[in-house]
């Protein structure tokens, strides 16, 4: 066959080029430590690369997902401690408040300070993130959940947040809770106290009945009592439970106290006739009313046994009030030592899948830099032939 010059340097060239990819490609993969820079490298290795990263793409969100919820959990249970703080405090008050030869002067200083904790209290359950979210509001955490109002004569706390609960991802198949409802910690305090109040659907007035409270536990009786309107400024109260009115046309006023066993409530507005008012036992009471309640109790000057019964009743409620935040951050502490431990279980397996991934997709130094002087060697023989075949011509052996 025969083979002419330009077939020969041709040859030669094409060679070359080839050989000088490979140590273009073996250069490349040594310094920058990646064997495969493209999916027609290797493709079987390429698709289970891109499966490795999306992986450890997902496990690093949920390790930001259990940052987020880390210091949320954090802030709640910093702020129960305080809470919890607040509520021994109170307690002190109040058995100081019960010692008999204390002065009237002395009870009112404690009063003081125990309507200074009132809003402390206020200010504790909304608390806000570094977001600007209240804590304990639920899914309604733009605005303050707990605000001071006045219905009638009495002033209350409402609750305006809902018991909605967030959870964030913080694996594939879990989720965990971020919030604890504010409602169940501060507002349903168990109490055998507890009144529930209600007005009539038949109502046509416009009067607002307030929340009522027992303010003479010595008189109180549990049961069901009525606020009949029989005309237009006159009401009785009516014992449901004995069918007989306990109180019989008294005058009404708006916004007075209205009192009857041991219970005292108001209602603002213009009642009509026939317009009824129903308070009845309840289930729970919440802490700021409890806190008020003591303190009401040592400046009104009731009598020591009044007094006693009203202080006794409130450190019980005052305990129920403490085993509610107990209960909320025994919750909150297991969730932390949840993430804790998924947080670990994440990084093992980011560290797993990174080294596998590293095996697959990173460049083996030592095989490529023997790969990288075999290569070179031949390109250096290739070359060396090929100089000696180029310089092959007829004219020398005609001398």
Do not use: C, W
Not at 117 to 125: K, Q, Y
Not at 159 to 175: A, H, L, N, Y
Not at 246 to 252: D, H, L, M, R
Not at 263 to 276: C, E, L, M
Request: charged fraction near 20%; aromatic fraction near 6%; avoid cysteine.
């Amino acid at each position: 066959m025969r083979i002419s010059t330009r077939q020969i340097y041709t040859q030669g060239v094409e060679a070359f080029h080839q050989q000088q990819v490979k140590l273009a490609k073996l250069q490349q993969q040594i310094s920058t430590g990646v064997r495969l820079s493209k999916p027609s490298d290797d493709p079987a290795a390429s698709s289970k690369i891109l499966e490795m990263e999306q992986s450890i793409s997902v496990n690093l969100q949920y390790q930001e997902n259990i940052n987020l919820a880390e210091p949320r959990l954090a802030l709640q249970d910093s702020i129960l401690a305080s809470y919890d703080n607040l509520l021994i405090r109170v307690r002190e008050l109040a058995i100081q408040g019960n010692n008999a030869p204390m002065d009237q002067v002395s009870r009112d200083a404690i009063a003081a300070e125990l309507d200074e904790r009132v809003n402390e209290l206020l200010s504790l359950a909304n608390t806000t993130d570094a977001n600007g979210d209240y804590l304990f509001a639920g899914y309604q955490n733009s605005n303050a959940p707990f605000t001071q109002t006045l219905t009638g004569s009495i002033s209350h706390v409402n609750f305006t947040g809902d018991d909605g609960v967030r959870s964030i991802q913080i694996d594939e198949g879990r989720q965990i809770e971020v919030d604890i409802p504010g409602q169940r910690i501060f507002m349903q305090v168990a109490s055998s106290q507890a009144l529930r109040e209600s007005a009539a659907l038949a109502n046509t007035g416009t009067g607002v009945l307030a929340p009522a409270s027992v303010v003479d536990s010595t008189q109180f009786v549990a049961g069901d009592y009525e606020i009949r309107f029989t005309a237009p400024g006159i009401y009785d109260v009516f014992d449901v439970t004995g069918g007989v009115n306990i109180v019989t046309g008294a005058t009404y006023s708006d916004s007075q106290d209205i009192n009857f066993q041991g219970i005292r409530t108001s209602i603002t507005g213009v009642p009509t006739a026939g317009d009824v008012f129903t308070i009845s036992s309840g289930q729970f009471e919440d802490v700021f009313s409890i806190v008020s309640k003591l303190s009401e109790t040592l400046k009104s000057g009731a009598s020591d046994a009044v007094r006693a019964a009203n202080i006794e009743q409130s450190l019980g409620d005052l305990d129920n009030a403490f085993n509610n935040s107990l209960d909320a951050r025994t919750i909150i502490g297991g969730r932390l030592n949840a993430l804790q431990s998924q947080r670990e279980e994440n990084e093992a397996q980011v560290l797993g899948t990174q080294s596998s991934l590293g095996k697959l997709r990173d460049t083996d130094l030592a095989e490529a830099i023997s790969q990288l002087s075999l290569e070179q060697t031949t390109l250096d023989a290739a070359q060396a032939v090929f100089a000696r075949i180029t310089s092959s011509s007829l004219f020398n052996f005609l001398k």
